[in-house]
């Protein structure tokens, strides 16, 4: 969308950077909570790295994982932002870098503080100390450890600032947390300004909230993309056989399967899928019986179901006459049986003890006697009664001899006894015992009998379980059968005969005649086709049932990923991004913008920052020419002006927002030429006119052009030196470097290193003392030197391009005198091979010899410096040139 650039006005109320990323606080806690999570690192450290991504993507997948991040994250109030933050110090740095033990950075209370260090010093230390702190822009802050020290070793250090006139202590560490008022202070660098030039070479300018969103814009397409990926791949993962499944729509399975969705679940499928080997007879006999003539199987199955049922009678028979109840009965047979004998036994061998002959009463004889008298009952003398036979020509039936009256006698009395009561009971225990011989022989299954019913429940009915079972049970039935008959013992067990198993299977074979015997048009034909149609669909999809559990994972996880790509939906980023954009970037930032530019000489041609699209879920502001609108700065403008704009936007936000807490600069002049480094050395001096402004350089040029602008202000300069010493960095001292010193400062420091070795310097060794010596000297050459080019300083500056005209007068105070005096000095301290003979030795010179070198160099610089602050300036002008 092209916006109009001309007559674009800012709603709404204007807010500043802070108060706008507070305001994205708020409103990212109603996000969903990957984005939460993307919200605060993208406000801590300003970008998401791939494993950040990574871990969002399992966030949107799983809001579970979230880390809370953004609840834990805090922008100070907007509010107290009213009241100004300065620093300090910073004390006691702890396991930063190598950075020196027990050292004191101390900034200024008011004005301009000058940080200098030179590469590897540890003046980066200090800074990044800062930048974590202060939650600066670059949220990309490493704190490094000492690579020499201990990797556990707690890092820390003192922070020591001021809200209004209210001193305060803050003890940080890399892990602590968020300070509510070192937040106010604003830190500059090559990472931290709004400005970036894109591939179009056009120099667009996106405040940091709106840079936030489109981060978080970016993630949303990033992870949408990578969702929309994992489910294509998912989607190639369904087999032919789940995308095509060759089942009926009619049947359950088939439904099923046709309608999978990730609602559908294993359990339906394990349900759908069950096909086991009852069912595979089902399917068996469905589609016999559906196939073939029906009058025909159902004679078979008649007699298949009469012969089990006789079966199952034989042998539920067997059982019940082998029951333990059989076994007690047999013995009670055998006991009154036993008893009848032994008492008819006795009852003959009393009444025939005298018979002449053995046996008498027993069972030979009892035979004998029972066929006489059948014999002479029905054919002898079928008229009388046996043994009384009338007549004396009567003859024994036995022995066809007369019977004398005695004989007679003694036959009455085997009569009596044969049909007495005790033979009586023996007969009829004997008779019991042989009927229940006999009953029991006849419920007796023979083996036979249990393998035809073996094989007609197996091979014919197919139930080879239930035929193991019946036939064993037959077997241990017939066995019991056996024991009982041959007089063995019981085991106590009730015979087991399967009625209701047997039962349930004639039962089925009556169902399957009962199905047989309908019509093929009637309603209950077509349930046996709908029937045997969901077993053959059952049967297939249990044989495709690992690919369609397969597939419900499949289908559950492409849901999850399409639920979660719906959190990835941008609007309301863009929704807040506009309403962002018109509070932050309003007409009166861009008018500050402009004046920024000015000030910083950033181009003979006017330049203007103006809206020109809105994509992706962010507005774009460009830096344009005034006159000519589509011309692209990037090709125009140097790296340094890119600095410069880069400076002017970083300006304009903060006197824009009305903040006037504390600004730290690091390393403000990199890239820039010597032009450009003159017009940001006096921005930053105007600027510390309102507020603390804290500049870490390595650039001595720079340090001296940040001191001319500052003296010309009549600002307050504290200069802090961070330095190196036996390869340790951190080092403070509370001046400025010596290579910036003025040789007055100079001279005070050599006096106080040589007075520091008073009434020791005699004594030490030859070498120690030419060591000092000689550095000693070479310190006193260069303060001379420096003290020449303080001499000149009022025409031409050090590292200064222009020449001041109007101070030449100063000049003429020099007389020939100085010039002898400075030749003479320098002669006595060259090093040089033609170094003249009364040259200082400084394997001889004495404690006394160096102080008076000193006092002879002090007394000129006071002397000239007098005569130069006296000296009369003319009434004509000698003009200035550059």
Known sequence: MIVDNQNLQGSGKPVTEAEAFADLLVWGKARCAWQQDALSILIRTGRLSEDDVNELEKICLDPGRSKGLLDSYDVSDADSKSTPVSLSAIESAKGINALADSQALMFGDLGLTIVYG???????????ILKDACRTRDGNVEILRNIEGSDTAPQSALIRYRRGGVEKDFLWSPSSDLNEDLPSV?????KSANIHVEKTNAVAYIPRPMQVLESLANCCDEIKGRLGTAITELRKHTPLSVRQPNLNSSTAAGAFILNLTAKSTKSQLSALSKFDENDKKRQQELSVSLGQSGSTLVATLRGQRSRLNEGAERLSKAAEATRPGQFESRDSLLVDFSASDSANKAVSENLFSSSELPGIGEEAWLKLWEAARLYSDSVAYPTQSFPEINGDDSLCVLCHQPMPPSVVTRWVTFEEHVKGSTRTALREAEEALSMWRAESESARMTVSEIRDLHRLIKDELGDEELATQVRGSSLRIAWRHRRL??????????????ESELSALSAQIGIRISELSVSDGSPEKQALRDELNELNDREKLSLIS?????EIGRLIEIEKLERAKKDTAKNAITIKNKELTDQIVTNALRGRFAREVEKLKLTAAPVELRKV????AVSYFQVGLVEKPNEPVGKIFSEGEHRCVALAAFLA???????YSSIVFDDPMSSLDHVHRKSVAARLAQEAHHRQVIVFTHDLTFLYELRREASNLQLEVSYQTVSARNRRPGYISEDLPTKAKSARQLVNGLRQELKATKGQYEQWPEARRV????????????TWEQGIADFIYPVLGRFENTVKGSSLYRIEVLTEQDVELVTAARGRLSEGLHAPAHALNPSEVSNKQLKSEIKELEDWLIDISERQRNATKPTHSYGSST
């Open 118 to 128: 030179d590469n590897g010093a540890g003046k980066s230390g200090y800074v990044r």
């Open 186 to 190: 604003s830190i500059f660098d090559s």
């Open 485 to 498: 008959l041959r007089g063995g013992s019981s085991d106590g067990k009730e015979p087991d005969t399967f």
């Open 546 to 550: 690992d690919d369609v559990e397969a």
């Open 613 to 616: 699209k809105d994509r992706n």
């Open 653 to 659: 936000e903060l006197v824009t927002s009305k903040d």
């Open 771 to 782: 060591i000092f010596a000689k550095g000693f000297i070479e310190q006193l050459r260069e």
